[in-house]
């Protein structure tokens, strides 16, 4: 039998067969939920720089504060996101009512971008541009607002809600299922920028921000309802206020614990464990930690050795000092999300590396010109294409042909491992980086000459940007989903956004210090609205050597980390819940 159909039947009684929720024919409604809410998401971030230097007024170093900060809170979002559908909502509460945030928050833009006097009046010849003033802002920010609280819910849930819908495969084929639903739902938000940025930015720059929102507005709205139309027919697991006490309680129980002696042998030990647990004692990674769950450090020295084994196995337990203690599985829950925290912290450079904000301003000073005739200027904004073009190919090729050929070299079944992948995309991120340098480098020094070169020479940072998050994005979700307890299935998904939270603050800060240093001693900022006065060039010079500088961190994080998969082996086939001590 199929794994589909082995997931979606089973006898009931009388020996009749009922339909059984997941599996394949859940996929529709959520890759449709997400590709729309995507296509119009993206619609708007594009080119979202253009419309606050024309239509608000606002500079280009200001518009690229805002929308890293902007970012930078929506990115931050899916971690109480995550937490509260874990332990709450449930995932299909959270991805509804996040898409219903998101609608709402595109309605202000659409708002602002409609009713007169939502946003600055449009500019005199000869006069400066008026601006913005609070209640333009008003309108701006609410919509921000919105869309941020719908991120939250929507961005750590709905991969792994499309996962829950395989819970019931047999592991040995979920494994495999899911290396393919990852790279096939990456392809799928390809395709959505794809759509995103030709018809969605083409609207709003030849026919109108107002007609471009609204496109952008619809499109959720018909995410939102499809999504809710497919309800009969998902795996929805309700949220349990014991996903993260496990962590929770290891901390307290090795603050209280922290003055206890550990054995000179991890094994001499006894340690609260849960009962029939196959893990009675914790590893020797991070080892002060096992302070947490230790009942003695020898075994004589427990009240009795008869009943020492059952003593250590209690629902509850305390130690000899009396300080309440917490299990070996929750000691270990803890030292798998602390030994990630390296890795991930790495990752931070990728959301440096893929903000092109800058790159869309570049665009309007090149010569933009296709076609026969070359009437038509493609749009700025629509230059990223290549990005997502390459990504898409690269994801939906690389389970066909690409790991096949690297297996019969590496001998790993994934073709690389997780930890290469994350490594290559940061090398490739480094590398557009470098490119975008030179190409703005070039692009300069003809501008002062009065030569306008192709916007096509900025295909191949917007390539090597998409070639890296196909390798390090992808490695980065599959990595923490499997290095990570089940039980914080969406916070491993959260921990991905909020390393490009963390690279927009980041981002944000360099681009102001950048400003400020530049322009020290009556120097013209490398930073400038003039991209022929500034030095955009260097600027990028200088992200390329904080990727080099990062590239030699994870590699050393990496050596540290260890074989991949063992981070969890205690967890495999053991699905009992955590107590709540």
Known sequence: MEPSLAAETEPAAGGRFKEKKGGYRALPFIFLNEMLEKV??????????TYLTKKYHLSTVASQTMLFVWSAISNFAPIPGAVVADMYLGRFMAVALGSVACLIGMVFLWLSATIPGARPPPCNDGEQCAPPGARHLAWLLSGFAFLSLGAGGVRPCSMAFGADQFSRHP???????????????????????????????????????????????????????????????????????????????????????HRARLPAKTGDGVYHHLKDSKLTIPTDQLRFLNKACMVCATKEDTDSPSNSAASAAAPERHGRSGKRLCTVDQVEQLKSAIRVLPIWSSTIFLALAMNQSFAVKQADTMDRRVGRGRYFEVPSGSLALFNMATMSLWSASYDRWVAPALRRHTGNPRGLTMKQRIGGGLLLATASTAVSAAVEGARRRRALRGVTISAFWLVPQFALVGLAEAFGVIGEIEFFYTELPKSMASFSMSLLYMAFGVGNLAGALIVKVVQAASRRGGETSWLVDDLNAGHYDYYYWLLTGYGVVNFVYFAWC?????????????EEDDDREQPIL
């Open 171 to 257: 592991k040995e084929q979920r494994s495999r299922i899911l290396q393919a639903y990852f790279n096939a739902y990456y392809a799928s938000i390809g395709v959505a920028f794809t759509i995103a940025v030709t018809a969605i930015v083409y609207l709003q720059d030849n026919v109108g921000w107002s007609v471009g929102f609204a496109v952008s507005m619809g499109l959720m709205l018909l995410s939102t309802v499809s999504f809710l139309l497919g309800s009969g027919l998902y795996i929805n697991e309700k949220g349990k206020r014991q996903m993260f006490s496990g962590i929770g309680a290891a901390v307290g129980a090795a603050i209280r614990n």
């Open 558 to 570: 990496s050596w540290v980390y260890g074989e991949e998969g063992k981070n969890v082996e205690w």
């Open 40 to 49: 119009a998401g993206f619609g708007l971030n594009t080119n979202m720089i």
